[in-house]
């Protein structure tokens, strides 16, 4: 039996989550990832839990630069996809585990730093939100950081407008009921219109968190409001325009009134000492 709901399991078989974060949007949602991840990880070799790591798309290049990186996934394939990638990579995961993210099989006080940058799209429950951002406070050590990534309760009315989804009814209604509860359901056989999830706003990804009795939550919009401009594409395979995008991304993260306009959000956060 699996540890999350079939539907969620079954797009993640076929939607080639591995190759998700090449492409021009999802290459923006990694680099600027790892941006915020580098500015507030202890130096290596720091121990880090990478809960729903998937295929190690974080994970490989942090084990890489000497971190003691532990893969979680409740997800057979991408476990399977992070080791050989891993060994492609020429880099060692201190380990590659089945297992999910309300239940984790570590030691309490045994992380630097503990990566949620899935897990919380399909819990759709608060109270299992809550859980796995506890669990994750748990294994932190006192002082340890927590990085807790999520959609943004506009990002399928922004994507699908940019996409061309919305000329179709059922997609509509899909982001109804987005917009209205968070609750992201696809009731039709469309892998690109994602699968089960829950959509946040900014103020309650930051809620949440502080309610799993972690501190000092700073909420920053990864792709800011880029992602869904006409000419995105062109800029970003301009290096030059590249690179200041990315500068001024870094300027307007923080900035309260960009947040809901990200496709996603990283909640940085830390356990009191």
Not at 31 to 49: E, G, W
Not at 186 to 206: K, Q
Request: glycine share 8%; aromatic share 8%; hydrophobic share 45%.
């Amino acid at each position: 039996m699996g540890l999350i709901p079939e539907e969620i399991e079954a797009h993640y078989r076929q939607s080639r989550e591995a190759e998700r974060l090449s492409n021009e949007w999802g290459e923006l949602e990694r680099v600027r990832t790892q941006a915020i991840l580098a500015r507030y990880l202890p130096p290596a070799p720091a121990v880090v839990l990478d809960v729903g790591g998937a295929a190690g798309v974080y994970a490989i290049p942090l084990a890489k630069q000497g971190y003691a990186v532990h893969l979680i996934d409740p997800v057979p394939l991408h476990l399977e996809q992070a080791r050989t990638s891993a060994t492609e990579a020429g880099a060692r995961l201190a380990s590659v585990t089945h297992g999910d993210a309300r239940h984790l099989d570590f030691a309490a006080n045994s992380a630097d730093a503990v990566l949620l940058l899935g897990p919380l799209y399909h819990l759709i429950e608060k109270a299992d939100r809550i859980q796995s951002l506890r669990e994750a406070r748990r294994i932190l050590k006192p002082q340890g950081f927590l990085f807790a990534a999520a959609i943004s309760r506009f990002a399928s009315l922004v994507d699908g407008l940019a996409r061309g989804f919305f000329q179709d009814a059922e997609f509509r209604g899909i982001v109804e009921g987005d917009l209205a509860q968070g609750v992201h359901r696809n009731p039709t056989d469309r892998i690109e219109y994602f699968t089960s999830a829950y959509f946040h706003r900014p103020e309650e990804l930051s809620a949440e968190v502080e309610l799993a009795g972690l501190g000092d939550v700073r909420i920053f919009a990864v792709e800011g409001p880029v992602w869904s401009a006409a000419h995105f594409r062109d800029a970003w395979n301009d290096p030059a325009q590249q690179q200041e995008l990315l500068e001024f991304l870094a300027i307007v993260e923080a900035e309260p009134s960009i947040a809901g306009a990200s496709g996603h959000m990283i909640a940085v956060a830390r356990r009191p000492a």
